[in-house]
């Protein structure tokens, strides 16, 4: 899969490059990037990309032809090398990404992403050449380079060869809408505190139920807005059933002895 990267700031994206999954997934070429530099295709001597907002305000806005040569620029080669890209323009206005999109985006040969710099872009620009306009979450971030660095991380460990084996496997049992079970290794106790005696005892089939329960439990308790959107099978709403009822877990441990105490 291939991205091209309009940016003020190509530098910013070596960070991928330089270790991790997606720097892996770059060397053994299951991803490709190419950034461009809008700066480069500006056509006066300044090299000007920006200017001041019709009916006054704060900031700039960036210009539309620049952008608009790079990224016609950036399509024409991508579109050489096979890699037919729409253009998502990275902006707290877009919609917000989830994993579903992330499945969805990788699914792609490439994509075109255009990070944007002081105020936004012209909005003649996104109506002209951009097809996706994606946000990462509500906060405020000072530009769309790191934005696009998230989508590109999330996009690349999906594609095939990108992850070992055993995170290939990891992510199958934990690609289901829930939160991840809480993970111990040695030593067996620290500060007084103990690992749960499940995972001490050797049965798979035990240990594999705790985790799926601790994982519905912390979704229940931190992210009722996924279990909501997900639905239980009726397995999972017994083992939910049963961690409600306070006794699994060590959160759970914890809150009976705290209800103890208040109780005497
Ligand atoms: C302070 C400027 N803001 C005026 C109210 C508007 C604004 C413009 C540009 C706010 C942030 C940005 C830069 N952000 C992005 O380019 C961006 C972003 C984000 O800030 N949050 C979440 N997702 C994204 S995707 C791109």
């Not at 090398?81 to 040969?109: F, H, K, N, W």
């Not at 990891?170 to 620290?190: F, K, M, N, W």
Request: proline share 5%; with cysteine.
């Amino acid at each position: 899969m291939r991205f091209d990267v309009i940016t003020l700031f190509p530098e910013q994206f070596r960070i991928l490059s330089a270790e991790g999954v997606v720097a892996r997934a770059l060397r053994r070429g299951v991803a490709e990037l190419v950034t461009w530099n809008p700066r480069d295709f500006a056509a006066d001597a300044q090299r000007t990309v920006d200017d001041r907002p019709y009916g006054g305000g704060p900031g700039m806005v960036m210009k539309v032809e620049p952008l608009r040569a790079a990224i016609d620029a950036a399509q024409a080669a991508a579109t050489a090398a096979g890699c037919a890209s729409r253009v998502a323009y990275l902006s707290p206005q877009g919609r917000r990404l989830t994993q579903v999109d992330m499945r969805r985006i990788a699914a792609e040969p490439g994509w075109v992403l255009l990070a944007g710099r002081y105020e936004g872009v012209d909005e003649r620009l996104i109506e002209a050449r951009v097809d996706e306009e994606w946000s990462i979450g509500d906060y405020v971030l000072s530009g769309g380079e790191l934005a696009a660095m998230v989508v590109m991380d999330a996009v690349i460990r999906l594609l095939p060869g990108a992850l070992g084996h055993a995170d290939s496997a990891a992510q199958d049992s934990h690609g289901d809408g829930l939160l991840d079970c809480p993970h111990y290794t040695r030593p067996e106790v620290i500060d007084g505190q103990g690992v749960p005696a499940v995972l001490l005892s050797g049965d798979h089939a035990a240990i594999e139920r705790w985790r799926r329960q601790q994982a519905l439990g912390r979704t229940w308790a931190r992210r009722p807005d996924l279990l909501r959107a997900r639905g239980l099978s009726a397995e999972e709403r017994a083992l939910l059933d049963e961690f409600m009822r306070g006794r699994v877990g060590p959160d759970a441990e914890q809150a009976a002895e705290q209800a103890a105490e208040q109780e005497p």
